[in-house]
């Protein structure tokens, strides 16, 4: 993921292997990782039970928030890939009742969103 693209806010794809490196304690027995994203220092993880976002906030980054969302919490979602003159890809996601969408994340060029719609597809309409 190139430096200028972090820098406006596009997440790109982080490998698998990395994933569980440094996560693998947030997961349960049996729960495999998906897809993974990063963003200068917040991590998008795509699991076969939820959605992981991890936060870092602060300066030095030391405080981490860990939001779980489980797939059968998401009542719709919605993918706008990106244009020829686009930088970006986004992605939405409802919880539960909410009108407007409780997640807005946008992905570089790097990332095939068809396989995030797919992962989501697989898990939300199981």
Do not use: C, H
Request: hydrophobic fraction near 45%; proline fraction near 2%.
């Amino acid at each position: 993921m190139g430096l200028f693209s972090a820098l406006i806010g596009n997440a790109g794809s982080i490998d698998r292997e990395v994933i569980l490196k440094d996560y693998s304690r947030l997961l349960i027995t049996g729960e495999d990782i998906e897809l993974g994203f990063k963003l200068i220092r917040d991590v998008y993880i795509f699991t076969s039970k939820r959605l992981i976002l991890i936060e870092k906030q602060g300066l030095t980054g030391s405080k981490i928030d860990y939001k779980s969302i489980a797939y059968k919490s998401i009542t719709r979602f919605s993918i706008e890939t990106a244009g020829p003159f686009d930088l970006e890809a986004e992605l939405k996601i409802w919880v539960s009742s909410e009108q407007l969408p409780s997640i807005v994340k946008q992905f570089n060029r790097s990332v095939d969103v068809y396989e995030v719609q797919r992962v989501l597809a697989t898990y939300v309409l199981a």
